[in-house]
T-cell receptor, first 113, second 114 residues
């Protein structure tokens, strides 16, 4: 079935540093890909998505490009802020399901001032 | 404001008691979901409902039950049969006209059973 592998955290950065959180996937075909963010003590928020190969999703300064050649969907941000401290989840549809998502285990990001 | 509300934020129960977690949305979404999140793990689907009076078991439905009598409401009951109920529970919904994989989450309820 479809699966995602995220880089293990925690990731600790200083404010204004460049962020990359790696996500690679295994899938049949070219499913949509998602990044979700979970701030401390809260539910998940959809951060961005890409629906087909070579698409770039972007939101709040974050970007991720759907790369079929490397089966990757890495999350990037040019200059992180303390408020970006959160857990980030990569996700894709479960194979054969029109509603189930398969989530990565999450990557904890801490940004220090 | 439109959104998904879950209450309460923290819930404490004694072992052997059933407990019901609330999930309400005023977004006019048809599809709703319940997930469980444990430390260091991704989310696992408990139940899914595409429309009123219809719901399907997810990957870990044992020990849980749901109802969907109204479009806006999708309560989850954690029964005494659930062996390890302490967890963070998240409700989600999907807007009409989009992929069901595009899901929007509530703030969650942290359940502690002792």
């Amino acid at each position: 079935g479809n699966s995602v592998t995220q880089m293990e955290g925690p990731v600790t950065l200083s404010e204004e540093a460049f962020l990359t959180i790696n996500c690679t996937y295994t899938a049949t075909g070219y499913p949509s890909l998602f990044w979700y963010v979970q701030y401390p003590g809260e539910g998940l928020q959809l951060l961005l998505k890409a629906t087909k190969a070579d698409d770039k999703g972007s939101n709040k300064g974050f970007e991720a490009t759907y790369r079929k050649e490397t089966t990757s969907f890495h999350l990037e941000k040019g200059s992180v802020q303390v408020s970006d401290s959160a857990v980030y989840f990569c996700a894709l549809p479960e194979r054969g399901s029109n509603y189930k998502l398969t989530f990565g285990k999450g990557t904890l990001l801490t940004v220090n001032p | 404001d439109g959104g998904i509300t879950q209450s309460p934020k923290y819930l404490f129960r004694k072992e052997g008691q059933n407990v019901t977690l609330s999930c309400e949305q005023n977004l006019n979404h048809d599809a709703m979901y319940w997930y469980r999140q444990d430390p260091g793990q991704g989310l696992r689907l408990i139940y899914y409902s595409q429309i009123v009076n219809d719901f399907q078991k997810g990957d870990i439905a044992e020990g849980y039950s749901v109802s969907r009598e109204k479009k806006e409401s999708f309560p989850l009951t954690v029964t005494s049969a659930q062996k390890n109920p302490t967890a963070f529970y998240l409700c989600a919904s999907s807007p009409p006209g989009t992929s069901l994989h595009e899901q929007y989450f509530g703030p969650g309820t942290r359940l502690t059973v002792t």
